[in-house]
């Protein structure tokens, strides 16, 4: 079983920037794909970015040279930088992780991130 809590939403300005973070619990997280996902209100959850466990990345067109995803191994964590903001870019961001590269199997409980024009 695996935990993930998610931290560093808030509300930005347009232009600017957030790191977000994804702490998680279990002592093979170096094995997982770890993912970001996006959900905007009256919207459906759609795929921001993934880090595979061999350090592979792909991220949605509409934040590709934008934002980057990352991890620490060592603290057990997932992060997604995410630079020149946009309104467009307001949702509320998931973590999720999984090690069968099937569904994804863990969720986070979400963190808002908000950017004001």
């Known amino acids: 079983q695996v935990q993930l809590v998610e931290s560093g939403g808030g509300l930005v300005q347009a232009g600017g920037s957030l790191r977000l973070s994804c702490a998680a619990s279990?002592?093979?997280?170096?094995?997982?794909?770890m993912g970001w996902f996006r959900q905007a209100p009256g919207k459906e959850r759609v795929f921001v970015a993934v880090?595979?466990?061999?350090?592979?990345?792909v991220y949605a067109d509409s934040v590709k040279g934008r934002f980057t995803i990352s991890r620490d191994n060592a603290k057990n964590t997932v992060y997604l930088q995410m630079n020149s903001l946009k309104p467009e870019d307001t949702a509320v961001y998931y973590c999720?992780?999984?090690?069968?590269?099937?569904?994804?199997?863990?969720w986070g409980q979400g963190t808002q991130v908000t950017v004001s024009s």
């Open positions: 279990g002592r093979t997280f170096s094995s997982y794909r």
């Open positions: 999720a992780a999984d090690s069968t590269g099937g569904s994804w199997s863990y």
């Open positions: 880090l595979r466990s061999g350090g592979s990345t």
